[in-house]
């Protein structure tokens, strides 16, 4: 016990001794264990030889892929990048009448729903109710929030199915957060917001229409969902968008998108990566000329020409592949009565194509010898009416070969039709012999067409449907696409014209279009009536089904039907037996 107190009493004159031989142990053991610099390369070149075999492999082959899709020679071409994107939550609220007049809103109800009709409130942040008394809230209509000046922040939850036309035109708003279930982005719906910077789209989104963020000038990006297939003209024209983002699946291919936004003046050209071939969606206007580089594999997106009609020249002789869609020369540039574009197409060696050109688009391989499909021209019609004469000994009418601004075509031979082969504003009414067509003989710019007759077994057929002045363009559209071959189980054409579509929508209201998506077309009674009265005066076959639907609608809305007579005489329903 007395050497242990002797040892204490020693202690503070230890102290120094025992950290220095604490401190050499710790050095020791910690030299022992790190290796040194000849050791660390050793070991990395041992254990890591192969990872960098790999990556030496793996960046060689990014070159290769970078000189093959290089448009243009130069790294100006903007391509989105492909982003897994996740939204921002929208809380659910649920309000009763009062509550909701409080904050400032106007709202009707419907017979299960509500739309908000208005907003009249000092907040600067709103989060729209999912449910007021109970009722779902499924639509903003029509102008309900236009040249709002206090609103900044919207937060618009799932129950919402419907957002009205220039619903926040010209408001102040600077964010919107759209939460899961709206299908689309309605016409004009933000165009004028000015400080709009920030939009998260729902992952249901199918379409955004046109002029739905024109002159959004805050908005430098947004992501588009995997859902996104239609994309409407001048959506996003004259706004701030620098760049935006994509899923996989995202289809952008309309060039009029982005059209006069940052995006085609900062770059000679836009292009989207939904397949492996880069695929040019749009072209910088300020360009006279484009060439493609040694090996390329492009694709020309529909309309992405369109606005390229003075002088330029597209130099594909290097490129391995070249595919030009079928509306890569479409109605933008050949309208009627609009002066022919000069521009000079120089195609890759070897290319098969069978696209259809005006006599004065110069298109040569890259010898310079004439481009051999070059003498099938288009037939350009003008006049009120005119007749097959001018189509020669033609047998078969090309792909948007027929354009033209007359309102009535006759066309009595028997002739083979090949996809989208009219493209005429105009025309009402067209007449043909026997008819043989695999695809939609009709451009989507065939708005008025209003009746179209043919042979078949002997026997004229005519069939009727509502023109684009008195159905939406959508409807119009989906009931163009009835004008086609049908066939049966077996693969084998029984028909001409499908009248499944037009019940699908008059039925139910909805349809899958071309890219298997569910539309919802909402069918006012006008177009109902209109669509029923125009079934009746056609010519009805057996393939046609059981019209009794359109005569039961007709039988229980006479009223309202004798009013559309008024302001539309073709569509007066008392000349039809519907008893």
């Known amino acids: 016990?007395?050497?242990?107190?002797?040892?204490?009493?020693?202690?503070?004159?230890?102290?120094?001794?025992?950290?220095?031989?604490?401190?050499?142990?710790?050095?020791l053991v910690i030299r022992t264990g790190i290796p040194k610099k000849e050791d660390i390369r050793k070991e990395i070149e041992e254990n890591f030889s192969t990872k960098d075999q790999w990556t030496n492999a793996m960046n060689e082959e990014l070159k290769n892929v970078e000189k093959k899709t290089r448009v243009l020679m130069e790294d100006d071409v903007y391509v989105p990048k492909q982003i897994e994107f996740k939204g921002e939550?929208?809380?659910?609220?649920?309000?009763?009448?009062?509550?909701?007049?409080?904050?400032?809103?106007?709202?009707?109800?419907?017979?299960?729903?509500?739309?908000i009709t208005g907003y009249h409130g000092n907040e600067d942040e709103l989060v729209i109710p999912s449910y007021i008394d109970g009722m779902r809230v499924n639509e903003i209509g029509q102008e309900a929030f236009r040249d709002d000046k206090k609103l900044k922040v919207v937060m618009i939850p799932s129950t919402l199915r419907k957002i009205g036309d220039r619903a926040f035109y010209g408001s102040i708003i600077e964010k919107c957060v759209i939460a899961p279930g709206l299908g689309y982005i309605s016409s004009h719906c933000f165009a004028q917001c000015r400080s709009l910077s920030k939009v998260i789209l729902p992952e249901t989104l199918c379409s955004i229409e046109s002029g739905a963020f024109m002159d959004c000038t805050s908005l430098k990006y947004i992501h588009f969902p995997a859902a996104l297939y239609k994309t409407g003209n001048f959506a996003f024209s004259g706004s701030g968008l620098e760049s935006f983002t994509i899923t996989a699946t995202s289809r952008i291919y309309n060039s009029l998108f982005f059209v006069n936004t940052p995006l085609q003046t900062k770059y000679k050209a836009v292009a989207n990566t939904f397949s492996p071939v880069l695929s040019i969606i749009l072209f910088n206007k300020t360009e006279?000329?484009?060439?493609?580089p040694s090996g390329a594999d492009?694709?020309?997106?529909?309309?992405?020409?369109?606005?390229?009609?003075?002088?330029?020249?597209?130099d594909f002789s290097a490129c391995k592949k070249l595919t030009l869609s079928d509306k890569a020369f479409s109605r933008f540039i050949f309208t009627p009565g609009k002066k022919e574009p000069d521009c000079k197409i120089i195609l890759p060696h070897g290319e098969p194509d069978d696209n259809y050109f005006p006599p004065n688009v110069e298109v040569k391989n890259a010898d310079g010898s004439e481009y051999k499909q070059h003498k099938k021209l288009v037939h350009v019609?003008?006049?009120?009416?005119?007749?097959d004469e001018e189509l020669g000994d033609a047998k078969v009418i090309a792909s948007f070969g027929i354009r033209g601004d007359s309102q009535k075509l006759d066309f009595k031979r028997n002739c083979t039709i090949e996809e989208n082969a009219f493209i005429c504003p105009?025309?009402?009414?067209?007449?043909?012999?026997?008819?043989?067509?695999?695809?939609?003989?009709?451009?989507?710019?065939?708005?008025?067409?209003h009746k179209v007759s043919w042979k078949e077994n002997g026997s004229t057929v005519v069939k009727y449907i509502p023109s684009g002045k008195v159905v939406s363009n959508a409807v119009h559209t989906e009931l163009l696409a009835s004008f086609r071959s049908v066939k049966d189980k077996n693969g084998k054409k029984t028909h001409f014209f499908d009248s499944s579509a037009a019940e699908k929508i008059f039925r139910k209201g909805i349809d899958t279009n071309v890219h298997g998506n569910v539309v919802h077309y909402d069918l006012s009674q006008k177009e109902k009536i209109c669509i029923a009265?125009?079934?009746?005066?056609?010519?009805?076959?057996?393939?046609?089904?059981?019209?009794?639907?359109?005569?039961?609608?007709?039988?229980?809305?006479?009223?309202?039907?004798?009013?559309?007579?008024?302001?539309?005489?073709?569509y007066d329903v008392s000349k039809l037996d519907i008893r």
Not at 1 to 26: N, Q, T
Not at 90 to 110: D, I, N, Q, T, W
Not at 381 to 387: A, I, L, Q
């Open 1 to 27: 016990m007395p050497d242990l107190v002797a040892l204490f009493e020693k202690a503070p004159a230890l102290i120094p001794i025992i950290i220095i031989i604490f401190i050499v142990v710790v050095v």
């Open 533 to 570: 009265i125009d079934v009746l005066k056609s010519t009805h076959r057996e393939c046609d089904g059981d019209v009794s639907l359109y005569r039961d609608y007709l039988s229980g809305h006479r009223k309202y039907a004798a009013k559309v007579a008024k302001k539309y005489p073709d």
């Open 89 to 115: 939550a929208v809380p659910e609220a649920f309000m009763a009448s009062k509550e909701a007049v409080k904050m400032g809103l106007s709202f009707r109800k419907k017979t299960n729903t509500i739309r």
């Open 288 to 292: 006279k000329k484009f060439i493609f």
């Open 298 to 314: 492009v694709f020309i997106s529909d309309n992405a020409l369109e606005l390229l009609a003075k002088g330029a020249v597209f």
């Open 426 to 449: 105009e025309l009402r009414e067209i007449r043909f012999g026997r008819i043989s067509a695999n695809d939609c003989i009709f451009d989507n710019s065939c708005l008025m067409l």
């Open 381 to 387: 019609f003008s006049g009120e009416s005119c007749t």
